[in-house]
T-cell receptor, first 115, second 112 residues
Framework: DAEITQSPRHKITETGRQVTLACHQT?????MFWYRQDLGHGLRLIHY???????NKGEVSDGYSVSRSNTEDLPLTLESAASSQTSVYFC??????????????FGPGTRLTVL | GDSVTQMEGPVTLSEEAFLTINCTYT??????LFWYVQYPGEGLQLLLK?????DKGSNKGFEATYRKETTSFHLEKGSVQVSDSAVYFC???????????FGTGTRLKVLA
């Protein structure tokens, strides 16, 4: 079955370290998204991509970067981890057939702790 | 701008009680509307969706009707179970894009 996976599921790192979270989907979806989920803030969009070599900033992109070199993967990199980036991170993908109707499918999440 | 407003939680119900979780939205045009469910320790799963006005989405006993007149998409279930305990999110795409706006989520706790 097609799916979307994230790794690692849990990560503890130290302030200042570079961290990369992986996201892999096997649906051949054009669109991929990264969100963070924090108490009191719901889900906030970090970065998104509408296809290979396309990346865009979301509402909370500072300190994060992504690259899309193939359809299946959108890794999220924290250039220099900060305690404020302790959160649960979700990756999602959607087919990209048409705006306003596309359905997003979510991965299981990565819990990141920055000490 | 576009927005989604959900009722504050947590909502605590006894098993077999009737559930309503309110969701109202602001949007340009008539985007699809979605309800997602998040069980403890898991990602969001699509629960149901409606693609146009007066559509009713349904799944696992849950229903929601796309009400253009009241800009609402309230989630209902006639008889909740303990296994329905989760956080529920209402969402819609922003106008002309693939990006979603999410409500803040409503936590439901069902007691046996």
């Amino acid at each position: 079955d097609a799916e979307i996976t994230q790794s690692p599921r849990h990560k503890i790192t130290e302030t200042g370290r570079q961290v990369t979270l992986a996201c892999h989907q096997t649906w051949n979806h054009n669109n991929m998204f990264w969100y963070r989920q924090d108490l009191g803030h719901g889900l906030r969009l970090i970065h998104y991509s509408y296809g290979v070599q396309d990346t865009n900033k979301g509402e909370v992109s500072d300190g994060y970067s992504v690259s899309r070199s193939n359809t299946e993967d959108l890794p999220l990199t924290l250039e220099s981890a900060a305690s404020s980036q302790t959160s649960v991170y979700f990756c999602a993908s959607s087919e990209g057939r048409g705006p306003s109707t596309d359905t997003q499918y979510f991965g299981p999440g990565t819990r990141l702790t920055v000490l | 701008g576009d927005s989604v407003t959900q009722m504050e939680g947590p909502v605590t119900l006894s098993e077999e009680a009737f559930l309503t979780i309110n969701c109202t939205y602001t949007a340009t045009g008539y985007p699809s509307l979605f309800w997602y469910v998040q069980y403890p320790g898991e990602g969001l799963q699509l629960l149901l969706k409606a693609t146009k006005a007066d559509d009713k989405g349904s799944n696992k006993g849950f229903e929601a009707t796309y009400r253009k007149e009241t800009t609402s998409f309230h989630l209902e279930k006639g008889s909740v179970q303990v296994s329905d305990s989760a956080v529920y999110f209402c969402a819609h795409p922003t106008s002309g894009t693939y990006k979603y706006i999410f409500g803040t989520g409503t936590r439901l706790k069902v007691l046996a």
